[in-house]
Structures are given as C-alpha cells and as structure tokens.
Nanobody
C-alpha cells in the first residue's frame, strides 16, 4: 500500500476553481489506479473521478463531468483533481484513494489505500 496525503482544499465562491493534489509515498505509485471520492455532511461518501495507472483511462460521476478533470504525474507520485465551475453542492471532504491494479473502479470498497481528506467549501 501507499501512503496518501491530500492538499489544496479551501473556501471558494461558487463559479470558482480549486486544484486538489494527492501525494503518494512509495516507489510503486505508477502501478496504482487512483480515485477521488467525497463526503458531504450527513451524506455517504460518493465517487467523483478515477484514473488508470497509465492515465489513459478516466471515469467521472455525472455530477462533475465537464467541470472536474483528474490527472496524474507519475514522476511526482501525485494525482490531481482540477475543479472548475464549483457549486455549493460540491462542498464536501474530498478523499483520494488507490489500489495497485491495471483495472479501474468507481467503487470505494475496491480501493485499499486512502488519504485523510481535505475540506472543500463552496459558498453561494
């Protein structure tokens, strides 16, 4: 497993942008499929986006498609989530997750490494 640390969260007005980063420890990051999930107050954690080990495949939830972009830099052991046109309903704690696999999943139980999360608050 890798250790994951998220950063980049904060307070932003509706319509604004933020870029989240997830830094991974370990030399095997390039073999990991990575995902972003979020949990809003009083709600269950939900899938946001995922990217394959090579970066060639990406998935997005319908709620963020066209506004968020997931990417990775394997040389820096980092995965990113660029969030544009933010809405108040995007307010949540955002978590990155990973699993050493050539497959990709939108299911949180499939991932075996998790970060501690970073808070994103979008004001109206």
């Amino acid at each position: 497993q890798v250790q994951l640390v998220e950063s980049g969260g904060g307070l932003v007005q509706a319509g604004g942008s933020l870029r989240l980063s997830c830094a991974a420890s370990g030399r095997t990051f390039s073999a990991y499929a990575m995902g972003w999930f979020r949990q809003a107050p009083g709600k269950e954690r939900e899938f946001v986006a995922a990217i394959s080990w090579s970066g060639s495949s990406t998935y997005y939830s319908d709620s963020v498609k066209g506004r968020f972009t997931i990417s990775r830099d394997n040389a820096k052991n980092t995965v990113y989530l660029q969030m544009n046109s933010l809405k108040p309903e995007d307010t949540a704690v955002y978590y990155c997750a990973g699993r050493s696999s050539r497959l990709l999943s939108t299911t949180q139980t499939w991932y075996d490494s998790w970060g501690q999360g970073t808070q994103v608050t979008v004001s109206s």
